[in-house]
């Protein structure tokens, strides 16, 4: 991000207008919840996400994530009644609004929410499954022209962290495995989520500098047992290739994970075992001077101040500095080169590290020019408020509704078929986990699976039970069926050949169910229609494995953690997939 002379110019004007509070504001992302009609959080909503948005306004605050679920036209009226308080306080700074994705299936607070009021896509490894550059695109271009007609300008996204830790709860984000498919796959989604005019386009914050996959033992960051990122194969570099390839193209926005570097070593420099936000020789050293980068680096969200998260405690993920206090949580984050603090308001404690003199202003003024540049530059200044007519008729068009449903057809694997398929419309099915309307289009249902000619069971990768809450939205541990699932699978397998199709959010131990299967299928967030598009053969088949797939957790637990396709002996390798068209199905994938 290199501003021109004249967009220098009035950043440097506007800096020298603002106030102190005004500028500590700008260091910090709010996270907001948005009330029925666009209503705004106040201090009467106790258990309302963020807190009260007004206040945070008044307190010089410019920036909001949209968390939890919302209807996009409630987000575009928020949007412009935010947009109005900001409009007529203090300098005047116009909103910037980000938001996790919208268009999946998948609802985590922390993460991603699930499509309301938006076409459904499958989640980014069922678009890496698809191999389709033009069909990621399409993904990405629809979430540009969704998202900036309700006002919102950042994406935190897209996650070019390779898959390379089976058991890591993340997984089904990633766009796949190896640094080549993920590095095409985002530069296509970030291509089109720019597009060729800033005052129209949508700025990708790249997460998770420099690459999270790694996490020892999958155990997620979020949490004090996934503290640690480890290299034991030494592919540090490989983790990186995608954020090389995304700022080579330009973006002006970067995320750094939660976690930190364990026993890491570049070249023969010791990396710190230091949060990678906290982490000058990541951040400073690599980042901005390695690399080149002068956009904005914005941390995960929560990294300074223990909260209560769906009424359950969570501590900031202050990894490697725990012991700090949160004023030097927040001077260690800005040394360490970072610009803007996630999920955090603590506005005071900047105003008190300048006034102390422990922060110069000019240190200051340095994250504040570039986030105001990116407002700039975004045509936030000019253009304050959306249309609501147009927003109504740009969002969930027919065409957007029908290239989601091609993608999640497209996403859908075979990996094994012994003559089960396709489906006809005499076929007698029973099904479980698949709803009996969407299978009476196709067939012919039945009550019991011993009146069968096949039973279908749609069921989830495993995963183990963790505490209440929030840990619960993160599908970590063992990736083997448990026993009373599998017995399920011999009951009805006794009785009509059994067609197996598993939410793959993870690279579960297939080889027990596929033992069952006549036929077994892997998904990715389609629909019951989406996939008997597919069984039926109405849709061509074409996914392909986006991961390869352990044959035991054995086999899991003794690969490393930053290794892609490290498995000794997968069940299904890498790009497999029984295709309708033979040059399409392959063993073994070159991506």
């Not at 440097?12 to 260091?27: I, P």
């Not at 919840?33 to 258990?47: E, I, K, P, S, Y």
């Not at 575009?76 to 609004?97: E, L």
Request: glycine fraction near 8%.
């Amino acid at each position: 991000m290199n501003p021109s002379p004249a967009l220098s110019k009035l950043v440097d004007t506007l800096l020298g207008s603002m106030s102190l509070q005004e500028k500590a504001g700008q260091l910090f992302v709010a996270m907001a919840q948005v009330g029925n009609g666009g209503r705004l959080m106040t201090a009467d909503d106790h258990h309302a996400i963020g807190g009260p948005t007004e206040d945070l306004l008044r307190s010089g605050i410019s920036h909001f994530t949209v968390m939890g679920p919302a209807e996009p036209l409630d987000i575009a009226r928020w949007h412009n009644r935010v947009q109005q308080i900001a409009a007529d306080a203090g300098s005047g700074i116009p909103i910037t609004v980000s938001t996790d994705p919208r268009h999946g299936t998948v609802d985590n607070p922390a993460a991603s929410q699930s499509a309301i009021g938006f076409s459904r896509w499958p989640e980014p490894l069922g678009l890496a499954a698809t191999r389709d550059r033009e069909l990621v695109a399409e993904h990405a271009h629809t979430m540009r022209r969704d998202l900036t007609a309700i006002g919102i300008r950042v994406l935190l996204g897209p996650m070019l962290d390779l898959a390379s830790e089976p058991r890591w709860a993340r997984t089904i984000g990633t766009l796949g495995a190896t640094p080549e498919l993920v590095s095409d796959l985002g530069n296509a989604f970030i291509d089109a989520l720019t597009g060729s005019d800033p005052t129209t386009s949508v700025a990708p914050m790249i997460k998770h500098f420099p690459g999270a996959g790694p996490q020892k033992d999958g155990e997620d960051a979020h949490f004090p047992y996934g503290r640690e990122q480890v290299y034991p194969g030494n592919f540090f570099e490989a983790h990186l290739k995608p954020f090389r390839e995304a700022l080579a193209r330009g973006v002006t926005q970067v995320m750094p994970y939660y976690a930190l570097p364990a026993g890491l070593t570049r070249g023969h420099e010791r990396i710190e075992e230091a949060g990678f936000a906290f982490n000058r020789q990541i951040i400073t050293e690599l980042l901005r001077e390695e690399l080149g980068f002068n956009g904005i680096v914005c941390t995960d969200y929560g990294l300074v101040t223990d909260s209560t998260l769906l009424g359950a405690p969570r501590p900031a993920c202050a990894w490697g500095v725990e012991h700090l206090d949160r004023h030097n949580r927040v001077l260690r984050i800005l040394q360490a080169g970072c610009d803007q603090l996630g999920g955090e308001t603590c506005t005071d404690i900047v105003i008190d590290l300048v006034k102390t003199g422990r922060l110069s202003e000019s240190r200051l003024d340095e994250s504040v020019a570039r986030v105001l540049t990116e407002k700039e530059r975004l045509g936030l200044f000019a253009q304050r408020t959306v249309d609501i007519d147009t927003a109504a008729a740009t969002i969930a068009t027919p065409h957007q509704h029908e290239q989601a449903r091609r993608a999640q057809r497209s996403s859908v694997v075979v990996l094994h078929d012994h003559d089960v398929l396709p489906l006809t419309p005499t076929t007698r099915v029973y099904g479980e986990g698949i709803d009996a309307s969407a299978l009476k289009r196709v067939a012919q249902v039945v009550e019991r699976p011993e009146d069968a000619d096949v039973a279908i069971a749609r069921i989830d990768a495993p995963f183990e039970e963790r505490t209440v809450g929030f840990e619960n939205f993160f599908r970590a541990g063992s990736l083997d069926f448990p026993n009373d699932q599998l017995d399920r699978l011999d009951a009805l397998a006794r009785h009509a050949p059994l067609l197996v199709d598993v939410y793959l959010d993870r690279p579960a131990v297939l080889k027990p169910v596929a033992e069952r299967a006549a036929a077994l299928t892997v998904s990715f967030g389609s629909d019951d229609d989406a996939l008997l598009a597919v069984l039926t053969g109405s849709a061509e088949r074409t996914g392909r494995l986006p991961v390869e797939i352990p044959s035991s957790m054995d086999d899991v637990r003794s690969q490393h953690e930053d290794v892609p396709l490290a498995s000794p002996s997968p069940s299904y390798a890498f790009g497999h997939g029984i295709n309708s068209s033979p040059e399409t199905s392959s063993l073994k994938d070159t991506d």
